[in-house]
């Protein structure tokens, strides 16, 4: 008998240390890896928690070790069209530059007020459908173009929409938000000239077919905080608005010609920054999240940032970001037909050669897949054929 209760005693002494041992290493775990209330990517976590959430996987050291192992074959010398290329920071600028490009930015109008609500912590936290709709609605031009483009037929809603509240419904809260955000922007950017529409209008048109592919991504991968995603996107054409309006007339036509790599060269001799560099600095003016804004200038710098500068857990999160902005501008290279290659595609570009190294982190696995999806193929093939005739 004495045994009998020696055996019990040891198994609930057992049972109470195993106990202890989970509740004091939750919290640990917990401060590891925080809670992001804000809805975007920190600076060190944003990829990480992107890694945690993909599903199926539960250990995720193999991963881990298989991203050290990723970043270290990123060794491979870029074509000499893309070394070339001198990319200028803000800070490279003297003072007098500087302060005279500040000037000159802010003579572009700010958005409405309601736009830093929209990206405000708080709002991208709590804010349901109903504050979202109210928040809309208070700017009643934005709210009757949003509610133009959800009724149009690029999302085919078999019955028209009257209430933003509705639209969120059936097109989801991340869809919607991206719409607003589009059209808030478009009233601090507007052609002073009709010349300058053109390049207006093709730049709003890839930013509708990035934002959009940044929402179908998101949830085809089920990243986390998806809505940031796409916000990081739509805020990342925000440079190229600024240049389209700072740019003489008679120079959009050669600019927008131009690759990217070319148009930067354009941009910092006219301009003294390029569109990444000049976006991020005019929307530091505007008060927005400072995590936020810099996650948008990374994004643009993946296009002279080799991966293996970059920390393993943010590397997939702007290659992302930075894969919506060029498929927004060229939908033809997301083909998934037979025999088809994107990674192999954009390597053999000058402008994708790095987004190529970026798009084979282990994260990204998926990724293939996900881009051959019937709803992601839904997007990008109507956007090629608009290319193709625009």
């Not at 033809?332 to 402008?351: E, F, I, K, M, N």
């Not at 994708?352 to 051959?372: E, I, K, S, T, W």
């Amino acid at each position: 008998m004495s045994a009998y209760v020696v055996w019990i005693a040891a198994v609930l002494a057992f049972a109470w240390l195993w106990w202890a041992f989970r509740k004091r290493s939750t919290p640990v775990r917990a401060a590891n890896h925080p809670a992001n209330p804000a809805g975007f990517a920190t600076r060190q976590s944003s990829a990480d928690a992107l890694l945690r959430a993909r599903p199926g996987s539960r250990d995720l050291s193999h991963l881990a070790a298989a991203a050290v192992t990723w970043q270290a074959a990123q060794a491979s010398t870029p074509p000499a069209e893309l070394a070339s290329l001198n990319w200028l920071r803000v800070s490279d600028l003297d003072a007098g530059r500087r302060e005279q490009l500040l000037q000159t930015i802010r003579g572009i109008p700010r958005p409405p007020h309601s736009l830093q609500q929209l990206l405000s912590p708080e709002f991208v936290a709590k804010a349901d459908s109903t504050q979202l709709a109210d928040l809309v609605m208070a700017e009643p031009l934005i709210a009757a173009k949003v509610l133009g483009a959800v009724n149009s037929s690029r999302y085919g809603l078999d019955k028209p929409i009257a209430h933003l509240g509705q639209a969120v419904t059936f097109l989801g809260m991340n869809t919607v938000r991206s719409i607003c955000l589009q059209y808030m922007l478009a009233e601090a950017f507007k052609p002073g000239l009709a010349s300058a529409q053109q390049a207006f209008d093709a730049i709003w048109r890839w930013c509708g077919t990035a934002s959009e592919l940044a929402v179908k991504l998101g949830k085809g991968m089920n990243l986390p905080n998806q809505g940031a995603l796409g916000t990081q996107v739509v805020l990342g054409f925000v440079g190229q608005l600024a240049v389209a309006s700072l740019l003489p007339p008679q120079a959009l036509g050669p600019w927008m010609a131009a690759d990217r790599i070319g148009r930067t060269r354009m941009e910092q001799d006219m301009l003294g920054l390029g569109a990444g560099e000049l976006g991020q600095l005019l929307l530091g003016t505007w008060s927005l999240p400072p995590d936020l804004v810099e996650d948008v200038g990374d994004s643009a710098r993946v296009l002279v940032t080799p991966a293996s500068q970059i920390d393993t857990t943010r590397a997939p999160w702007l290659g992302l970001a930075a894969l919506c902005h060029h498929l927004g501008e060229h939908p033809q290279d997301g083909h998934t037909g037979p025999g088809s290659d994107l990674p192999a595609r954009l390597a053999g570009q000058a402008q994708g050669f790095h987004l190529a190294a970026y798009l084979g982190h282990p994260a990204l696995a998926r990724l293939a897949a996900v881009l051959a999806s019937s709803e992601v193929q839904a997007c990008l093939v109507p956007a090629a054929q608009d290319e193709a005739t625009a």
